[in-house]
């Protein structure tokens, strides 16, 4: 599977964005895909993933409420709507994808980078004023 995000670009806080990610190849509904980001000078951070049939989400805490992670299995595609960013929301996102378990084997199976076997090049989200 071949992921490329897009999307991205300057925002003001407050206001929304929705980046997606296209993905190519075989058996793109048997994945869980996830969004990470990362900015400059720390560590590539979670931000949330959705299971192969999309009825699943999880979000890490600091967007809870403010992103929303949605897919089309028909297009190939996952997309991250995102809503009342913010300043520290500023990062390269990227979407990567993990193979899906109905029963993962830890909690947080999900929200760790190393389970994920395909990542895309990212797309730069920045907000500011």
């Known amino acids: 599977v071949q992921l490329q995000a897009s999307g991205g670009g300057l925002v003001q806080p407050g206001g929304s964005l929705r980046v997606s990610c296209a993905a190519s190849?075989?058996?793109?509904?048997?994945?869980?895909l996830g969004w990470f980001r990362q900015a400059p000078g720390k560590a590539r951070e979670f931000v949330g993933y959705?299971?192969?049939?999309?009825?699943?989400?999880s979000y890490a805490d600091s967007v809870n409420g403010r992103f929303t992670i949605s897919r089309d299995n028909a297009k190939n595609a996952v997309y991250l709507q995102m809503n009342s960013l913010k300043p520290e929301d500023t990062a390269f996102y990227h979407c990567?994808?993990?193979?899906?378990?109905?029963?993962?084997?830890?909690?947080?199976?999900?929200?760790?980078?190393?389970?994920?076997?395909?990542w895309g090049q990212g797309t730069q989200v920045t907000v500011s004023s």
């Open positions: 190849g075989r058996s793109f509904e048997i994945y869980a």
């Open positions: 959705i299971s192969s049939d999309g009825r699943t989400t």
């Open positions: 990567a994808a993990a193979y899906y378990y109905t029963l993962p084997p830890t909690p947080y199976y999900y929200t760790l980078p190393r389970n994920y076997v395909y």
